[in-house]
């Protein structure tokens, strides 16, 4: 807690710096003739660490896409019965419903088939498989297996799961976590800051009519696209995640929907000058309030809390809580940045040009704002990943059935003698924080113009 | 500053108002039926009439009494399928029953006539005096009405219907007693799978209720200091969150003050000495120690320092010495048990703080007003403890604010891991037994403390750079 606790402070911190740079971006790029992405990635290059620990990521998530052939009870490649048979790869195919087990080999024991010849994966395990001859045994302790080819080289938990193979499998996990959950909280995150930002509170003028309509819309909207549907929704989410995520893209999509319909009207009505008298609406305070409302509930709170009422647990349910409590720090980041670039003369020089709002936020305001982004998304996906292992560990939130480098930290807490279990997850989980940790750090120093030589 | 503060304490209210409302949709979305937690009743039971009675009688007045048959909230926006009286049905799994089939069927009197005849049904089957060979089908019709009442799919209820008529009503005396209800609950059911109204369901309706709700009702008891009853023992949730919190603060408080004793020494020093290569290796340490996530090093102490290794320190609790120990006794047996606790605590703010303070330090150290004061002669002591100390303080002011809402929920991890009955414990079981009058109250007393801690902040900020005003805007 004490450190997810810290990331949070540190990024505040990390807010006020990464405003600071950028105020003194412009000259220091103004005065090379390069990019100022260049100079970014020069100066990240030239700091070791960080280049190392980029390297890292890529190796995890390398062994992540091949989880499966690193790790499998399925042989990657047999022959049998005269035929040659690839049975991890038939494994997706058939999962993507294009193809289906041969008779024979529907609902067989991979390990006990006499194949003619067979190249099995590194670690001949899935992280669900059970070893009944070793449970519990250490990396030196002596195992009972048929040959080196089946040991288990960081051993096995209380009832005979392979360690090697639970990390394999949980290096995916960990990389999903921080991608998903960040992906959301970037969305929102971008979203709301970037509105907050670019309008400020005495930007965003709108008529009376379109007040009155677009409040009207949204409630009607909401009522049509989740109220009406509610129960649709929690069955799909009882049925699978796949189908919540598409019935969840539904209402969304009716939800705009609506709202366009109402904008169609609030178009209609601009015609009665009476109704047409602009308001201010101070986007930035309300936004700002919002903000402050997420920030003041413990974070690990917020999401134990919420972890444990959700009906069905999946370990994309964790994701989404994640993203969805964690956006604030990308917001305040974008709103920072923004609030900065909308006074800059080519702001209004796209103004004067007639632009949509819409059209000058995204391809002119954001990606300037984008490097104070990058780095707060950096820290994000550690202390994502580290949330997700901190709930993992307490068994909240994440089925009992996924296995990750969290829960199996956790089963170190059940034999006080298996050093194995606590040391390995554990330390896949610190080299995974630390990396990304160290990323952004070298992404804050390569934006630093103070450092350049 | 006086208007400052008026207008942030202004500010506290709607967000204060918007996290209630925020806990308030967990709590009553969480599954379980609370009532039913408190009471601890075994559902079904084997009894007479009278049993069955008095179970009702108590569930009703526990119900009355905790306020749950009071509607949620001020207004609900739902659709025409729903009728305004719906939070009157006691069981929560009967309601969410009843709400599935009106918004299937779309008309509500054909459900609840529904509902009233498969009541009547039951209510004759307690009254049934048993003999011996109708034990077992009674006790079958029981069950299967009890899945009638948790029941919404057409399938389900069918199967279920067609079980009853063809094996349990086989018996002479069920049948006997039972037959007409069991007919006008076969009727109701038709009649509600014919005279259906599905499009009701895509009318909205406003349905008003005023100020006798839940949530009104449970706010007020807050701002007035009632917290309410823990669900789980009946003990009052702030006595409950009292004695937690003891520990809680005992230990939060106990790592904030080591931490920052050593912090801001080692900050300093090691920005005074950068560039050497002692200085390297402590920045590197420190680091390290704060990318370390405490629950593994907690788990790796216990491993080898505790009960699996060499056995030095105890993992679990509190120690067991009873009230009666002197209390020199009790301090050393409670202190040798936190040792463990309090080091994972420590060593990540500890960690983090001396990086800030570093931070803060070596930013200072470049300014032109410390070559001025090098350059005429003091002493390096006195430069950087008199000059750029209080300046270099900036960053440290930002972790301040959190200290408040750590010394409740700080310690959540470790406590869970330690076993020590703190709040990290408490809020947890609380979560897992549904006992949400204490969730809430933590909740919202961490949010408190958190907008205080800010607001704290921001004071001291103006306190220690009076450059920073509260009053003038631009």
């Known amino acids: ?453 | 500053m006086f208007s400052y503060l008026l207008k942030r304490l202004f500010i506290f209210i709607p967000t204060l108002l918007a996290i209630s409302l925020f806990t308030f949709i967990i709590s009553i979305n969480a599954p379980g039926d609370p009532v039913e937690t408190m009471l601890n009743q075994n559902v079904g039971g084997d009894g007479s009439s009278g049993e069955k009675l008095t179970n009702e009688k108590t569930y009703q007045t526990k119900r009355h009494e905790l306020g749950f048959d009071l509607p949620l909230f001020y207004f609900s926006f739902t659709n025409a399928t729903f009728p305004d009286t719906l939070y009157k049905i006691p069981k929560k799994a009967h309601r969410e029953m009843l709400q599935r089939l009106s918004y299937k069927y779309g008309k509500w009197k054909n459900v609840s006539d529904y509902y009233h005849s498969l009541q009547k049904l039951e209510n004759k089957i307690v009254e049934i005096e048993i003999n011996e060979e109708s034990t077992l089908p009674l006790r079958k019709l029981k069950d299967a009405v009890n899945v009638l009442y948790t029941n919404y799919s057409e399938e389900k209820i069918s199967t279920t219907i067609k079980n009853i008529e063809l094996n349990i009503l086989q018996n002479g005396l069920l049948k006997k007693n039972c037959e007409n209800e069991f007919n006008n609950f076969i009727n109701a059911y038709h009649h509600l799978l014919i005279d259906k109204a599905v499009a009701n369901k895509y009318i909205p309706v406003i349905y008003w209720y005023g100020l006798n709700n839940q949530y009104h009702r449970w706010i007020s008891k807050f701002i007035q200091g009632d917290f309410g009853i823990s669900f789980q023992d009946k003990r009052p949730v702030s006595s409950k969150i009292g004695d937690a919190l003891k520990w809680s603060m005992i230990l939060s408080i106990s790592s904030i003050i080591i931490a920052y004793f050593i912090a801001i020494p080692l900050g300093v020093k090691s920005a005074i000495d950068k560039g050497k290569p002692s200085e390297k290796l402590i920045s590197t340490g420190l680091f390290l120690l704060y990318s370390l996530p405490n629950f593994w090093v907690a788990t790796l102490l216990i491993q080898f320092l505790g009960g699996g290794g060499l056995n030095w320190f105890p993992t679990f609790g509190l120690g067991s010495l009873s009230e009666g120990a002197p209390f020199w006794d009790r301090f050393w047996e409670t202190a040798y048990h936190l040792i463990l606790p309090l080091f994972c605590l420590t060593y990540a703010s500890f960690a983090f703080i001396s990086r800030q303070m570093r931070g803060g330090m070596l930013d200072i150290l470049e300014l032109d007003y410390i070559r001025t004061a090098k350059a005429k002669g003091l002493k390096k002591r006195v430069v950087v403890w008199k000059h750029a100390f209080k300046n270099s303080l900036m960053p440290i002011i930002t972790l301040f604010a959190n200290i408040f809402p750590m010394a409740i929920s700080g310690s959540f991890i470790i406590e869970i891991i330690f076993s020590i009955p703190g709040m990290g414990q408490l809020t947890l079981s609380a979560i897992y037994a549904r006992d949400y009058p204490i969730v809430f109250t933590v909740l919202m007393f961490t949010a408190i403390l958190t907008l205080i801690g800010n607001l704290v902040a921001d004071i001291l900020y103006a306190y220690i750079d009076p450059r920073i005003s509260f009053t003038i805007k631009k």
């Open chain 1, 1 to 453: 807690m004490n450190f997810i606790k810290s990331i949070v402070f540190r990024t505040k911190v990390k807010e006020e710096k990464a405003l600071h740079l950028s105020n003194e971006r412009e000259e220091f790029t103004g005065k090379e003739n390069e990019s100022y992405w260049r100079v970014v990635k020069k100066q990240f290059q030239k700091n070791k660490i960080a280049v190392w620990s980029l390297r890292i990521v890529y190796l995890f998530i390398i062994i992540a896409i091949l989880a499966d052939f690193l790790a499998n009870e399925k042989p990657i490649a047999v022959k049998y019965n005269g035929n040659i048979y690839f049975p991890i790869f038939k494994e997706y195919v058939v999962d993507l419903g294009l193809s289906k087990w041969d008779k024979e080999l529907v609902n067989v024991s991979w390990k006990e088939l006499n194949y003619e010849w067979k190249i099995l994966p590194l670690i001949p395990y899935l992280p669900k498989n059970i070893d009944f001859l070793n449970t519990s045994v250490s990396p030196f302790d002596e195992q009972q297996v048929i040959s080196k080819k089946w040991k288990h080289w960081l051993g096995t938990d209380a009832l005979g799961h392979d360690v090697l193979a639970g990390m394999i499998h949980g290096t995916r996990i960990a990389l999903l976590v921080g991608i998903i959950s960040m992906g959301i909280a970037a969305l929102i995150g971008i979203f709301f800051g970037a509105i907050a930002g670019y309008y400020g509170d005495d930007q965003l003028k709108m008529s009376i009519s379109s007040i009155i309509l677009y409040s009207v819309g949204f409630v009607i909207a909401l009522f049509y696209a989740f109220g009406a549907r509610a129960y649709v929704l929690a069955d799909a989410l009882g049925n699978s995640f796949g189908n919540f995520l598409l019935e969840l893209i539904i209402s969304i999509l009716l939800f705009l929907g609506i709202l366009l319909v109402f904008q169609f009207f609030s178009f209609l009505l601009k015609k009665i000058p009476f109704l047409f008298q602009p308001i201010t609406i101070p986007v930035d305070i309300i936004i700002s309030r919002l903000i402050e409302v997420v920030v003041s509930i413990p974070r690990l709170f917020l999401i134990i809390s919420i972890a444990a009422v959700v009906a069905k647990p999946s370990i994309f349910m964790v994701m989404m809580i994640i993203g969805l409590t964690t956006w604030t720090g990308i917001a305040r980041f974008t709103r920072a940045e923004l609030l900065r670039i909308r006074n800059l003369e080519y702001i209004e020089a796209a103004k004067a040009l007639g632009y949509k709002e819409f059209r000058i936020i995204i391809k002119h305001a954001l990606p300037n704002a984008l490097s104070p982004i990058l780095i707060s998304i950096a820290f994000g996906i550690a202390s994502a990943i580290l949330i997700e292992s901190t709930l993992s560990f307490i068994g909240i939130g994440v089925p009992a059935e996924t296995i990750t480098w969290g829960s199996l930290l956790a089963a170190a807490r059940q034999d006080a003698s298996a050093w194995w279990l606590a040391i390995f997850p554990g330390f896949a989980i610190f080299i995974t924080v630390t990396i990304y940790n160290l990323i952004g750090e070298g992404l804050t120093d390569a934006m630093n113009p103070k450092l350049k030589q």
